[in-house]
């Protein structure tokens, strides 16, 4: 179970660091059917299957959630550069978007 959790936290966070929420969706969803599938058939009680299913899930979410926001304050802002649009142009320079 620990090495579900772990699994879940580490795709969390490469999805927080790279994709949108809606990929979240998609990861959750089928993370959902795995864990299902492979504790029925892993001979595992409802009750187990119903308990690491929610736990991965949660995991798999405050990984993503951790993620961004660290990924948010680390990694610097994209600045939009626009060329300078004075009358004379003389100078050519460029000046950050506002």
Do not use: H
């Not at 579900?4 to 969706?25: E, N, P, Y």
């Not at 299957?49 to 993503?64: D, G, H, I, N, R």
């Amino acid at each position: 179970m620990i090495t579900i959790l772990v699994f879940s936290a580490a795709i969390g966070a490469v999805l927080g660091t790279r994709f949108k929420v809606l990929a979240l969706g998609l990861v959750a969803l089928g993370a959902l059917l795995l864990m299902i599938v492979f504790g029925i058939a892993g001979g595992w009680s409802l009750r187990n299957v119903v308990l690491v299913t929610l736990a991965s899930l949660a995991v798999l979410e405050f990984a993503y959630f951790a993620a961004c926001l660290v990924s948010g304050f680390t990694f610097k802002a994209r600045q939009v550069w626009m060329p300078s649009y004075r009358p004379d142009n003389a100078a050519r320079q460029l000046r950050p978007w506002p």
